[in-house]
């Protein structure tokens, strides 16, 4: 018998099931993470759910034993049996599970239940029958209404007017609740029911109906003319006196009319091994309210607590939210909300705390956490303060734990941390927030409530701030402080408010912090204070007040769980020269090939990704930075071979190769060890070739399966292959190429018009300087490992890597590379370099010297014969230059990572220069595609004159920056691993001209260009130092300092007025076919601005002179280092428009450099210019001001009309030009 089950398809099993339905629409199926959930609607609305996977399902039977979290519950408030018949059906499906084998099918579970039921229904129908007493007496038909008499609902009244033809339907108006905007009405022959109209209302929100303007009958005041019934009140929905109330989850109960406690798991007991059920689940938009509603044991006279509790209800009843978290909740309040119908009717959940209920005897108060038509799947209640004893406990928190999904829960902690009134406040906060952040056994968690403080309480706010990249406060994600500073807390504006405060000060107390969550990514759809009206009291004198002294702050959130799933995977692509080699091998197009690309896998099933910033910052940038670790290799395959169980043909790689893919295999699953449900499972490294239908097929395939000789191919990248969630008829395609190394490939293009576009433009890097580059970066990392290895030191490990334009792989004047050393943990000894680097932890700036000092002095110690200099600089942050004598310039900067005790890999702390640059790789999805648009760009930017941020425009780092978010944005789907090695002249016309076109009309006056969405908001007209520039750009790391800071508005101008250039160029040329494409691509790096533009009439020449041309670059170094203050002060303070020159003219004799600046007035004007003459002068003085001044070094100046200017520039032969 369970053979031929096996033999039955998924869907022929369903339909089984549905043939002993009364309806094949009560078996529904419902997508849930990586899990299909089956929902099997029985008789009297109660159902049997369980979850499976539908793609580990295909030779499986349907049993107990292969399916998930299988349940009887109700599947509405409308069930019909008495509890007595529901604990009877439950404890015999309970029973029924337990005992049954686990190789039992779901189609005999579902039998015996239906069954069962019928046998339970028709024995209580006897027993009432036998039971029967006949009346004793007759009773008239008056009497016998009144003592069955009870209120009939909305879905009643409306069928009696739809079918009693005494009653003219034109006359009536039925009035409807819409949670948002409150009662509405509508004619009877408009109205729609929701199941008969997509806009239609469910008749549990009929609140009245009117015939002839005659109310008939009325949900709220239990008036029922049309049945006889015109004033009933339903006694059970009064909370009685005797209503035992404890701390707990309780819920109400429509069949009994009361509140039931409902039996809960603390937390500390919840395995979260155990799959969420869809009770204990969030809706993934959901809708939150978090309000402080004012206890009145303080000035109750003056804030009317009856008035505003009732306006505070009908506040929430008018939103209706999801999760309901109130502060300074007391047990009048609570006896006044179990009132209320709308909680009842919306199936409401409530956690009380005992601080609440018993407020009355102790003048305590607490919090209530409320959730709609969902429960938590445990909770506990907590002590706020950790280090007060269990007996001077005030103040407690509510931590309840929900699902996301089965898999993935999240918990929510309702807080109220110590006001300003209470003893050491300030304090006891921090230690508050200090305890819940390091101490919460979860990576998702929500911190909601009063949080008692303001953005400028300082120890608070720096406390926060060492979270920030962890814990996201979600007012500041999308809101600027400055401009919409969300005050919760506003006396200048609440009357509630300005009763209680004694400072009168206005804060933003109430929040939510959202801890960066794991397999999970969030959008804001709406956060915004509500509850900010006020109510009249005294309507003779017009008198108001406010609902609470806090606003409510109401937050609509999207989450969306991040998912693994088998249409998506981590893969290594062979090159696409071996294609047809390896296609040839499959019969026909072969099933492999046709939805997959070749392929060996490294982790499948993958993490389904949407392009999210989170999925970037979560998975893709750990992933390269790990990669960044592992150098490329070569991978050699040489033989086939199978997998009997699964009839599958596969080529396999050699032994060397294998042991090669294994490593990388258990770098990524340690990195990313959710995408491997079986670690304990061998990694066997094989591209499959066919998948056969049975052994025999195999056998006869095999032995026509032979390899002339073995194949190699590069492994330099790794791909994120991915297809429709909906289709899985579309084929695979490359979402990410993700690169492994330090360094990307050199730029290189297969496709040959490509190839010599690039060419005829020198836009290649010729090879001896790249070699030069990579000699001396690994002659340096040599150098750095005799100071710094595990025999020097013990407590210490160092990296050593290159940033900036060789890690990308594109041409560029200097070699970049930072110097990391990372603090480690060691048992053993420390050494004595360990010793002194320990002694001087405290003091950063002495460390850091004592570093360069060793590094340089080991830097001239190795290359003494080989370097023209190495020095130290003091920039931004102190870097050793160092120029060797083939003219190779390196610099090295220094981070130092104290007390981290992390590698580089899994260090959480960015690394300067290399996350940045990571991120745009990742972001640009195509690493290759983006190097050839940033060349071409690059190229632009330098002949326009608009390349270099040390003359106050854009720098190699801003404009890699508008290229990620190009390919990003416009780069099209990359259908094949062909899309990417034959990317051609056609392609890189297309995102240029996005580029031209996007930052043309870009509004670079008021917004900033974010590769972060949720930034934009918060970062437009910020005043941070970091932001500062006519020109936003922004790093996607944190601090997201602005890459163009340097830039003013005049040369943002020029900028901009360049990128218009171009726009109308490509709008005037022909640009149909390929040869067209080409020359229009020319003919745009071919256009040159020269300096200076038309309208500059007054140069300015700041000549620099020394005895030694080696010194000469370091004193111009200085000087470029104190231009942007000068130019600012020229265009801010002295109002001129000002062009700089993007190059250094160097004279004959090689020890003088000239540097020209233009200006828009002429030169008589500008001589009498005091304010100009002034900051000159200041200029002069900071250039003279050089620590490292040698006597030799020098600087004059002298102004030049334009046309004497000119006449000096044909006179004058320069050697040579220098950025």
Avoid at 548 to 565: G, K, M
Avoid at 776 to 797: D, E
Wanted: overall charge negative.
């Amino acid at each position: 018998m369970a053979e031929s089950n096996s033999e039955i398809t998924l869907t022929e099993r369903l339909n089984l099931i549905r043939s002993i339905l009364r309806s094949e629409e009560l078996l529904q199926i419902q997508s849930s993470g990586d899990y299909d959930q089956v929902r099997i609607k029985l008789d009297h609305d109660i159902q049997i759910t369980f979850f499976f996977d539908s793609l580990s399902m295909f030779n499986k039977p349907l049993i107990i034993e292969t399916v998930h979290d299988l349940q009887l519950t109700k599947s509405s408030s409308k069930c019909l049996l008495t509890n007595e018949q529901w604990i009877k059906i439950r404890q015999y499906f309970d029973e029924l599970i337990q005992q049954s084998d686990k190789t039992a099918s779901i189609q005999s579970i579902v039998q015996s239940i239906q069954d069962h039921l019928l046998q339970i229904l028709a024995s209580n129908k006897t027993t009432k029958q036998k039971g029967k007493k006949p009346p004793k007496t007759t009773i008239s038909d008056k009497d016998s209404s009144s003592t069955t008499n009870r209120f009939r609902g909305g879905e009643l009244i409306y069928n009696r007017i739809l079918h009693d033809k005494t009653i003219d339907r034109s006359k009536v108006i039925i009035g409807y609740e819409d949670r948002f905007t409150g009662i509405h009405e509508i004619a009877f022959n408009e109205f729609k029911k929701v199941h008969d109209h997509e806009y239609g209302v469910p008749m549990h929100r009929l609140r009245h109906f009117k015939i002839n303007g005659q109310v008939v009958w009325d949900r709220t005041n239990k008036i029922d003319i049309l049945t006889g019934n015109k004033n009933i009140t339903n006694s059970h929905n009064l909370i009685k006196d005797d209503l035992h109330l404890a701390q707990g989850l309780f819920y109400f109960d429509q069949s009994t009319q009361q509140w039931i406690q409902y039996p809960h798991v603390p937390i500390t007991s919840d395995d979260q091994k155990n799959p969420s059920t869809i009770e204990t689940c969030l809706p993934s938009r959901c809708h939150f309210v978090t309000w402080n509603i004012l206890v009145d044991y303080h000035h109750s006279q003056l804030i009317y607590t009856s008035q505003r509790y009732q306006s505070i209800l009908d506040n929430l009843k008018s939103l209706l939210p999801d999760v309901i978290c109130l502060q300074e909740v007391t047990k009048p309040f609570i006896n006044l909300l179990l009132n209320q119908i709308w909680l009842q009717e919306n199936h409401y959940y409530i956690v009380f705390m005992e601080k609440a209920l018993d407020s009355e005897q102790t003048k305590s108060y607490g919090q209530l956490l409320l959730t709609k038509n969902f429960r938590p799947r445990s909770f506990s209640i907590c002590p706020l303060d950790t280090t007060e004893k269990a007996a001077d406990v005030t103040k407690q928190i509510i931590i309840a734990r929900f699902g996301l999904n089965p898999k993935i829960t999240i918990d929510l902690v309702n807080l109220h941390l110590n006001s300003n009134g209470s003893r050491n406040a300030e304090r006891r906060r921090c230690q508050t927030l200090e305890h819940l952040l390091q101490n919460l056994k979860t990576n998702n968690f929500m911190l909601i409530g009063d949080f008692n403080f303001g953005d400028f309480d300082l120890k608070e706010n720096d406390l926060l701030g060492k979270y920030q990249e962890e814990v996201h406060d979600l007012w500041k994600q999308i809101y600027n402080i400055d401009e919409n500073p969300g005050h919760t807390f506003d006396p200048s504006r609440n009357i509630c408010a300005r009763i209680m405060s004694d400072s009168q000060i206005n804060r933003r107390f109430d929040r939510y912090l959202l801890h960066k969550l794991d397999n999970v990514y969030y959008s804001i759809e709406n956060l915004q204070l509500v509850g900010t009206e006020t109510i009249p009291i005294d309507e003779s004198n017009e008198k108001q007040i406010n609902l609470s002294d806090h606003y409510a702050l109401q937050l609509i959130i999207d989450f969306q769980t991040r998912i693994i799933n088998h249409r998506s995977a981590l893969v290594i692509l062979p090159s696409t020269n071996h294609w047809p080699m390896i296609k040839s091998f499959c019969d026909g197009d072969g099933p492999s090939f046709v939805q997959w690309p070749p392929h060996f896998n490294l982790l499948w099933p993958f993490y389904y990704l949407n392009h999210s910033l989170d999925d970037q910052l979560d998975i893709l940038l750990p992933l390269r930075i790990l990669l960044s670790q592992i150098s490329s290799f070569q991978i050699q395959v040489d033989d086939f071979d199978t997998f009997v169980e699964n009839h599958v043909s596969f080529l396999k790689p050699n032994e060397k190769s294998t042991q090669l893919m294994k490593e990388l295999f258990e770098k990524t699953k340690r990195l990313l060890p959710a995408c491997v449900k079986n670690p304990q499972n061998e990694y066997n490294p094989h591209l499959t070739i066919e998948q056969y239908e049975n052994a025999e097929q195999l056998k006869q395939a095999r032995s026509s399966l032979v390899l002339d000789k073995p194949f190699d191919f590069p492994v330099e990248y790794v791909y994120i292959l991915q297809r429709c969630l909906k289709d899985d008829a579309q084929p695979f395609h490359i979402l990410y190429q993700i690169p492994l190394g330090p360094v990307l490939p050199k730029l290189n293009s297969i496709d040959s018009k490509l190839k010599e576009f690039f060419q005829t433009m020198n836009l290649y890097e010729n090879d001896e300087s790249y070699n030069q580059k990579h000699d001396k970066f690994t002659k340096l990392s040599s150098c750095f490992q005799q100071i710094f290895n595990q025999q020097n030191s013990h407590h210490f490990r160092h990296s050593f890597v290159p940033y900036g334009s060789f890690r990308i792989g594109i041409n560029g004047q200097d070699l970049d590379t930072v110097f990391v050393l990372n603090e480690v943990k060691s048992n053993e000894d420390e050494t004595e370099l360990d010793k002194t680097l320990i002694q001087m932890q405290h003091d950063k700036s002495s460390l850091n010297n004592h570093i360069l000092n060793l590094l340089e002095t080991q830097i001239k110690a190795n290359f003494e014969n080989e370097i023209v200099y190495c020095r130290k600089v003091q920039a931004l942050f102190s870097i050793i230059s160092i120029l060797f004598t083939d003219q190779t310039k390196v610099e090295v900067s220094l981070q130092i990572k104290l007390n981290e005790k992390q590698s580089l890999e899994s260090s959480k702390e960015p690394t300067l220069g290399v996350h940045e640059i990571e991120h745009l790789l990742i972001h640009a999805r195509s690493p290759p595609i983006f190097q050839h648009l940033l060349t071409f760009i690059r190229k632009w930017a330098e002949n326009f004159g608009i390349y270099g941020q040390v003359y106050g425009y854009l720098g190699g780092y801003s404009w890699a920056i508008l290229c990620a978010h190009i390919c990003h944005s416009f780069l099209t789907p990359i259908k094949s691993l062909y899309t990417i090695e034959q990317f051609s002249v056609d392609q890189l016309f297309s995102l240029v001209q996005s580029f031209f076109s996007t930052y043309s009309k870009f509004n670079w006056s008021t917004e900033a260009l974010t590769l972060v969405p949720r930034l934009s908001k918060s970062m437009n007209n910020s005043s941070s130092i970091l932001q500062r520039g006519s020109m936003r750009i922004l790093s996607p790391t944190p601090p997201h300092n602005n890459s163009a800071r340097a830039t003013m508005a005049s040369n943002r101008d020029l900028i901009v007025e360049s990128f218009q250039r171009i726009e109308n160029l490509l709008e005037t040329i022909n640009t149909i076919s390929s040869e067209d494409k080409f020359n229009a691509l020319k003919r745009i790096l071919e256009l040159k601005v020269n300096f200076p533009i038309e309208k500059i009439q007054t140069i300015i020449e700041c000549t620099l002179s020394t005895d030694n041309p080696n010194e000469l670059d370091e004193w111009i170094g200085w000087m470029k280092s104190r231009l942007a203050y000068f130019m600012n002060d020229c265009e801010t303070k002295c109002n001129l428009f000002v062009q700089r020159n993007n190059s250094i003219e160097y004279q004959s004799s090689k020890n003088e450099g000239v540097y020209s600046i233009g200006f828009e007035i002429d030169e008589e004007r500008l001589k009498t210019h005091r304010s100009f003459s002034h900051c000159l002068s200041r200029f002069l003085d900071q250039c003279n001001s050089y620590s490292n001044r040698k006597e030799s070094m020098k600087i004059s100046h002298k102004l030049l009309s334009i046309h004497d200017w000119k006449l000096e520039q044909m006179l004058r032969k320069p050697q040579r030009l220098k950025n």
